[in-house]
């Protein structure tokens, strides 16, 4: 099994083609052991080339508000998640903290890191 040290955007793109192209191999084969090098290879180089920076001072509503707003995401799709939308307006409303079963389900349905939710959440400021 050939392979190579991912270091340039180039030897990025061929690994993603190749990874497509392996994707649902069985794991314990030669393609699925492939598939599974060349996937912590390609994780190893984007978290390189693209480190995630995080702004200190957003807290899990900004990131809440940040998949609603930018990501595509809605207030109907959080309501599903949590399971009330009294429950979603509380939390977008810094009423209530997010609790580690949300995180994980947000986390889980979103695919955002959840560190990105795990952060303390600013109290509402007086109107």
Same mark, same amino acid.
């Given at each position: +099994?050939?392979?190579? !040290?991912?270091?340039?955007?180039?030897?990025?793109?061929?690994? %993603?083609?190749?990874?497509?192209? %392996?994707?649902?191999?069985?794991?314990?084969?030669?393609?699925?052991?492939?598939? $599974?090098?060349?996937?912590?290879?390609? $994780?190893?180089? $984007?978290?390189?080339?693209?480190? %995630? @920076?995080?702004?200190? #001072?957003?807290?899990? !509503?900004? @990131?809440?508000?940040?998949?609603?707003?930018?990501?595509?995401? #809605?207030?109907?799709?959080?309501?599903?998640?949590?399971?009330?939308?009294?429950? @979603?307006?509380?939390?977008?409303?810094?009423?209530?903290? %997010?609790?580690?079963? +949300?995180?994980?389900?947000?986390?889980?349905?979103?695919?955002?890191?959840?560190?990105?939710?795990?952060?303390?959440?600013?109290?509402?400021?007086?109107?």
């Amino acid at each position: +099994m050939q392979i190579q !040290v991912i270091r340039s955007d180039e030897d990025h793109r061929a690994a %993603l083609a190749e990874i497509e192209a %392996l994707w649902g191999a069985e794991q314990g084969t030669d393609d699925g052991d492939r598939l $599974e090098a060349l996937v912590a290879l390609v $994780e190893n180089y $984007e978290a390189r080339r693209w480190p %995630l @920076v995080v702004d200190p #001072s957003l807290d899990a !509503v900004d @990131v809440l508000r940040f998949a609603i707003d930018e990501l595509g995401h #809605s207030r109907a799709e959080l309501t599903e998640i949590l399971g009330s939308r009294s429950r @979603v307006s509380e939390i977008l409303g810094r009423r209530r903290a %997010l609790t580690v079963p +949300m995180i994980r389900a947000i986390s889980e349905a979103w695919k955002l890191p959840a560190a990105l939710l795990v952060r303390p959440t600013r109290a509402r400021t007086a109107a």
